[in-house]
């Protein structure tokens, strides 16, 4: 059985300005594999019952690794959960890296998906 990863940028951390649909992803999720930086009230309104996951950079402290937070979201995946890799400060925005992201996470073998933490703004010429 296969699972999905789904990368949900957190934008600016505010739990009211997720997106709609950043939101459902994790209400649906079996796991959060979140950056350590993550604000503590968005996780607060993550509910009871999913497996919080805290990765990444710590302020110059302990760091995860990149290769192995890539094992543990192919791993979990594998194992048939439906994870969201929870990213702070929106920094999925970045197409290239997101792309690059998705692909490690299992090839084209497993299911994943990506979002954004808030709407993309729109400039108008004027």
Do not use: C, F, W, Y
Not at 26 to 53: E, F, N, Q, W, Y
Not at 85 to 90: E, M, P, V
Not at 102 to 122: E, I, Q, Y
């Amino acid at each position: 059985m296969s699972g999905i990863v789904h990368l949900v940028g957190a934008g600016p951390g505010d739990p009211e300005l997720l997106t709609l649909r950043a939101r459902r992803l994790l209400d649906a999720a079996d796991v959060v594999v979140h950056d350590r930086l993550i604000a503590s009230a968005l996780l607060d309104t993550i509910p009871p019952g999913i497996r919080l996951v805290a990765v990444g950079k710590a302020g110059g402290g302990v760091s995860t690794p990149q290769d192995e937070i890539h094992a543990l979201l192919i791993r979990l995946a594998r194992d048939g959960a439906n994870v969201v890799r929870l990213k702070g400060r929106d920094r999925v925005r970045d197409r290239a890296r997101r792309v690059g992201r998705l692909r490690r996470t299992g090839g084209r073998r497993h299911p994943r998906d990506a979002s954004r933490g808030r709407p993309k703004r729109r400039v108008r010429d004027r």
